[in-house]
Nanobody, 127 residues
Framework: EVQLQASGGGLVQAGRSLRLSCAASGFTFDDYAIAWFRQAPGKEREGISA????????YYADSVKGRFTISSDSAKNTVYLQMNSLTPEETAVYYCAATFLRLVRTFPPIPSEYNYWGQGTQVTVSS
């Protein structure tokens, strides 16, 4: 059974950093793409970053480029999202999701292309 476990969220002040983790089980990272999405109250789920299983390809939405870094540790089957200089507007539930790399057609990532989802982790940025 494929499972994704997102963790690392919390309450931080504006300008500070958090690192999210997405631990995968039930499949290996070979030929997969892992993406991070976020959803604020009343808003649509937004794809913000993605990485190929080899780590050779990464994507960042304009809204996070230069501040967020996605990385993967294949030995641990874990993907990380380092988030720096957070703003209150980035308060949301953050989700990681996975799909076969060959199924990815769209950037920014869109939810319909991702088959497996973690449960989400809350990130709250105070002003």
């Amino acid at each position: 059974e494929v499972q994704l476990q997102a963790s690392g969220g919390g309450l931080v002040q504006a300008g500070r950093s958090l690192r999210l983790s997405c631990a995968a089980s039930g499949f290996t990272f070979d030929d997969y793409a892992i993406a991070w999405f976020r959803q604020a109250p009343g808003k649509e789920r937004e794809g913000i970053s993605a990485i190929s299983s080899s780590g050779s390809f990464t994507y960042y939405a304009d809204s996070v480029k230069g501040r967020f870094t996605i990385s993967s540790d294949s030995a641990k089957n874990t993907v990380y999202l380092q988030m720096n200089s957070l703003t209150p507007e980035e308060t949301a539930v953050y989700y990681c999701a996975a799909t076969f790399l060959r199924l990815v057609r769209t950037f920014p990532p869109i939810p319909s292309e991702y088959n497996y989802w973690g449960q989400g982790t809350q990130v709250t940025v105070s002003s």
